[in-house]
């Protein structure tokens, strides 16, 4: 009598849900490995995210400007310049932000100096402008304070008697130079908490707390200044959000006062409502 063998073979069936459930999982790896190349993108070129200098070789032959060349302590040329005011021995210090050069700012440090009648000192951040190296955030404070004391130095700066006036990332630097000095006060225009989390507004999909390296954490700075600070922010800040500024200003100790710019976004030009509200906060002290 013949006896049918089972087969050994087993036939494997494919139900609809089990190939949704494949084609899912196929689906979320693709994902995951965009997700982690965008963060190995970010990771990779944070610099160049972060930074935006225009290198020139302009020689910044403007009338009443001299130029300053100094090198850092690790031996990079940096490049910075000055404007004089007229029978004034009083110095204020200013920092750009993280785009083009010194170049773009003439026009500002001429109203700068005029507007708060003493001298004026600029610099260019590695990478920008005549400056040579590459940014970051330790090569910024560094240089920042090797400029200083040239200025102390060659042009008999006090920081006691001086100004620091920051705008953007450049009230990170300054933030962070006034951690060094005692200086007479300081003036803040659109700068944040920091840099993380200027980032997380404008990457929200990105890990950015976790991830970035150049960080100027403000805030951790501002409840330990005693300097008097004036602070004005654009309300209409596509880059740096106007609630970010606000917040920096609300962990400040000392005396200090805030002036709103309306309806203004990020580069637009400060008014003369601005520098009357300045002047009688600076005469106050």
Do not use: C
Request: cysteine-free.
């Amino acid at each position: 009598m013949d006896t049918q063998r089972p087969s050994n073979n087993h036939h494997k069936t494919t139900t609809p849900s089990s190939k949704i459930k494949s084609m899912l999982f196929r689906s979320l790896r693709i994902v995951i490995f965009v997700y982690l190349g965008l963060v190995l993108l970010a990771i990779a070129f944070e610099k160049q995210l972060v930074y935006h200098g225009t290198p020139t070789d302009s020689a910044h032959r403007y009338p009443g400007f001299e130029e300053h060349f100094i090198s850092s302590q690790d031996g990079v040329l940096l490049h910075g310049i000055s404007i004089e005011f007229p029978v004034s021995d009083k110095w204020a210090i200013f920092f750009h932000g993280n785009a083009g050069s010194l170049e773009h700012r003439v026009g500002f440090l001429k109203e700068l100096s005029f507007k708060l009648k003493r001298n004026v000192l600029a610099v260019d951040y590695r990478g920008f402008g005549k400056s040579e190296g590459s940014p970051s955030e330790d090569a910024l404070i560094s240089d920042a304070v090797d400029f200083t004391n040239y200025a102390m130095e060659h042009l008999s700066l006090r920081p006691e008697k001086s100004y620091l006036v920051g705008r953007s990332l450049g009230g990170g630097v300054a933030l962070q130079l006034a951690t060094e000095y005692t200086f007479e006060a300081m003036i803040l225009i659109n700068t944040f908490t920091s840099l993380t989390d200027v980032a997380s507004e404008l990457y929200p999909f990105l890990p950015t707390q976790q991830i970035m390296r150049n960080r100027f954490d403000s805030i951790l700075v501002a409840e330990r200044l005693r300097i008097p600070v004036f602070q004005t922010h654009d309300t209409q800040d596509e880059i740096i959000p106007y609630d970010n500024g606000r917040a920096l200003y609300d962990r400040f100790v000392t005396k200090k006062a805030f002036w709103v710019h309306e309806d203004a976004s990020h580069n637009t030009a400060l008014p003369a409502d601005f520098y009357r509200a300045l002047n009688r906060f600076l005469k106050a002290l």
